[in-house]
C-alpha cells in the first residue's frame, strides 16, 4: 500500500505567477482534499475533489482551482499568487464516506 | 461553520509525567475527532480519532476522551518520552462531510 505523496516539495514562485501542485493519493482511496497551512497555524481547508469533481470548498477565492483525475490524482492550481499565499499545501486522501484523512508531507510555497 | 478552538498553545512537561491537551467544538453536528502529530517538516500523522457515540478511546500511551455534552474532547499522554514532542492538532468534521476543521496546534516539548 502505498502512501500519500505530493510534488514539488518546495517551491518558490513570485507574485502574479501561477503555480500547480500534485498529488497521488492513497492506494484504494478516491476522495482527496487540499489544505493551506500557513506558518505556526492549523491546516485550513481548501476544497475536495470526489469523482472528479469539487466536492465542497473552504473560504478560498477562485484563483484557487483543482482537479481530480481518473486515477484519483489531483491537482491544485493558484492563479495570480500573492504574497500571503506563501504557505504548506497539504493534500489528504481518503475514503469517500469514511472520515479518516491521510496526508502527504506537503508542498512548501514560497511568494516573493 | 464549524470552530475548534485549542488549549494550550505550548506545553512542557519532564519525561516521564503526562500530557493533556482540551480542545471545544461549536458545531453540534460534528461526530468525528481527530488527533493529528506533526514533527518539524514532516505531514501530520494521525495518532487517534473518536467518534461521537464514544466517550473514551485508549491506544497504548495515548487516550482521548470525548464530552459531547460540553462540546469539548481531550487527548492525554502518559509516560511521556523525548519523542512524544512535537506539534499535536486536534480537529472535528460531520457525518459524511470529511472536510477537517483543525484547532490551530499545541506545541508539546517533552523535557528529559
Known amino acids: 500500500e502505498t502512501g500519500v505523496t505530493q510534488s514539488p516539495t518546495h517551491l518558490i514562485k513570485t507574485r502574479g505567477q501561477q503555480v500547480t501542485l500534485r498529488c497521488s493519493s492513497q492506494?484504494?482511496?478516491?476522495?482527496v482534499s487540499w489544505y493551506q497551512q500557513a506558518l505556526g497555524q492549523g491546516p485550513q481547508f481548501i476544497f475536495q475533489?470526489?469523482?472528479?469533481?469539487?466536492?465542497g470548498r473552504g473560504n478560498f477565492p477562485p484563483r484557487f482551482s483543482g482537479l481530480q483525475f481518473p486515477n484519483y490524482s489531483s491537482e491544485l492550481n493558484v492563479n495570480a499568487l500573492e504574497l500571503d499565499d506563501s504557505a504548506l499545501y497539504l493534500c489528504?486522501?481518503?475514503?469517500?464516506?469514511?472520515?479518516?484523512?491521510?496526508f502527504g508531507a506537503g508542498t512548501r510555497l514560497s511568494v516573493l | 461553520g464549524e470552530n475548534v478552538e485549542q488549549h494550550p498553545s505550548t506545553l512542557s512537561v519532564q519525561e516521564g509525567d503526562s500530557a493533556v491537551i482540551k480542545c471545544t467544538y461549536s458545531?453540534?453536528?460534528?461526530?468525528?475527532f481527530p488527533w493529528y502529530k506533526q514533527e518539524l517538516g514532516k505531514r501530520p500523522q494521525l495518532i487517534i480519532d473518536?467518534?461521537?457515540?464514544?466517550g473514551e478511546k485508549k491506544d497504548q500511551r495515548i487516550a482521548v476522551t470525548l464530552n459531547k455534552t460540553a462540546k469539548h474532547f481531550s487527548l492525554h499522554i502518559t509516560e511521556t518520552q523525548p519523542e512524544d514532542s512535537a506539534v499535536y492538532f486536534c480537529?472535528?468534521?460531520?457525518?459524511?462531510?470529511?472536510?477537517?476543521?483543525f484547532g490551530t496546534g499545541t506545541r508539546l516539548t517533552i523535557i528529559p
Open positions: 489528504a486522501s481518503s475514503l469517500q464516506g469514511q472520515n479518516i484523512q491521510y
Open positions: 492506494s484504494g482511496h478516491n476522495t
Open positions: 475533489y470526489y469523482r472528479e469533481e469539487e466536492n
Open positions: 458545531d453540534s453536528a460534528s461526530n468525528y
Open positions: 473518536i467518534r461521537s457515540n464514544v
Open positions: 480537529a472535528a468534521s460531520g457525518f459524511g462531510n470529511e472536510k477537517l476543521t
